[in-house]
């Protein structure tokens, strides 16, 4: 099947997308789903504050997510099965990742996890009864909250303000507010993905040159190839809609890379981000046929020698990161967690119990970063099972049925595997964002 013919396949008529006399905005938003537009503030106000990682962040956002949850499960619960399984599993895996604390004597360590994961079911709970014009608002309003944050992380790499932007291996990277690069940049490929599912407005190309820079910016490999996995799910012509916007995404992200290594200021990314986001505002050519193959050859002859110098030019970026010393921390931690999940198989050691080894930079960690060994380590074989039972039924839910479902099954699923690379997942911003692509990637049967 072409790519055209794949993408009508995928796109039923009038394209799912809102007739033109029904622009989403926000106010429809607040006035017909009070709760979708709660947890979009919720995300956006603990995306501005770190992501909601710290104590008193992460209990407001578990006094919250329990309140939207259970509103939401009284005005629309759950129709079937695998909805509830779903739900289920993660409030039940919530609620065991509490009872592992309290024995532990570490019952503040339930929290940012608990916090993210409740967050996470209320985020999914709200969307299933939306109609499409709510979705399609909600995925605007998410993607553009992610672009707000790094408009953020570019000021603090112009200007090299930490913690905006952060230094590692002698590299400022973007950090935006969540004030952690790797968080960043999975924040930014989750973003990139759903700006992919709407419509061409001058928003969600912004939101696309944005969030695809950021993602470059934060030169995080894990969340790098976390969109990578998801962005092969993305209908091909939704690429084909957005030439000039990642065009310039990719211009902005190299030149960020390839300054990174400068200790001084770089005052001049900020007109070239303007720059960047005023180009993409503009609507550009869309290439509505799939290319044909004298088009695919000149498009390589034009696009590998650029792609081959920009390369070159971050060659020792590139050479600092593959090679970066974090990599040793992450086997020595990744096996000090399984040893800990060994010792206590069933049962786990409780919530982020500290991690000891013996490595040359450190004898302990807090964090495995991963979170499927995390949980593990910490929960055993049920907080596994009850995971694997949320995302069985999750499985069942999620279907390509148009663009937006698409879109944000990547999205899904590039939440997954970031959670494989680091502990993203602590932050209860990270985690509203999963269930947001969850509750996008699922519609409930009507």
Do not use: K
Not at 207 to 214: E, H, K, M, P, Y
Not at 275 to 304: D, G, K, N
């Amino acid at each position: 099947m072409s790519s055209t013919a794949e993408y009508r396949a995928l796109t039923p008529p009038l394209a799912r997308f809102e007739p033109p006399n029904s622009t989403p905005t926000w106010r429809r938003l607040a006035l017909t789903s009070p709760l979708l537009a709660l947890t979009c503030g919720l995300a956006l106000a603990e995306g501005l504050r770190q992501g909601g990682f710290w104590e008193p962040d992460s209990t407001i956002v578990a006094i919250a997510a329990v309140a939207i949850l259970a509103a939401s499960c009284w005005r629309s619960p759950p129709v079937s099965a695998a909805e509830w399984t779903v739900v289920g599993g993660t409030v039940l895996l919530t609620t065991w990742w509490l009872a592992r604390a309290v024995p532990a004597g570490s019952s503040a360590h339930w929290l940012p996890l608990g916090a993210s994961l409740l967050g996470f079911a209320a985020a999914f709970a709200v969307l299933q009864p939306a109609d499409d014009v709510d979705r399609r608002t909600v995925a605007t309003v998410v993607s553009g909250s992610v672009a707000l944050l790094m408009a953020l992380g570019f000021l603090g790499l112009a200007w090299r303000w930490f913690p905006l932007a952060m230094p590692a291996q002698h590299l400022w990277r973007l950090s935006s507010s969540l004030t952690y690069s790797d968080a960043a940049g999975l924040a930014a490929g989750i973003g990139l993905l759903l700006a992919l599912s709407l419509p061409d407005t001058g928003i969600a190309r912004v939101s696309t040159v944005l969030c695809a820079a950021g993602l470059l910016a934060s030169q995080s490999r894990g969340a790098l190839l976390a969109c990578a996995v998801g962005v092969v799910i993305v209908p091909l012509a939704q690429l084909r809609r957005r030439p000039l916007p990642l065009l310039s995404a990719a211009v902005l992200g190299v030149t960020c890379i390839a300054t990174s290594s400068r200790p001084d200021p770089v005052w001049w990314l900020v007109p070239l981000t303007l720059v960047a986001v005023l180009a993409a505002a503009v609507r550009s050519p869309q290439i509505e046929r799939a290319p044909t193959r004298r088009q695919w050859t000149a498009a390589a002859a034009l696009v590998i020698p650029i792609a081959a110098a920009g390369a070159w030019a971050v060659r020792g970026q590139l050479a600092l990161r593959a090679l970066a010393p974090s990599d040793g921390d992450r086997r020595v931690e990744w096996s000090a967690a399984l040893h800990q999940f060994l010792a206590s198989p069933l049962w786990g050691a409780g919530p982020d119990h500290l991690l000891h080894f013996a490595a040359r930079d450190g004898t302990f960690a807090y964090f495995a970063h991963n979170e499927y060994l995390q949980l593990a380590a910490g929960g055993g074989v049920v907080a596994l099972a009850l995971l694997l039972a949320a995302g069985a039924g999750l499985a069942r839910l999620v279907r390509r049925q148009d663009v937006l479902t698409s879109c944000a099954t990547a999205a899904l699923v590039c939440w997954a595997v970031g959670g494989a690379f680091d502990f993203d997942w602590h932050l209860p911003f990270i985690g509203l964002l999963g269930g947001v692509a969850a509750g996008l990637a699922s519609r409930r049967d009507t």
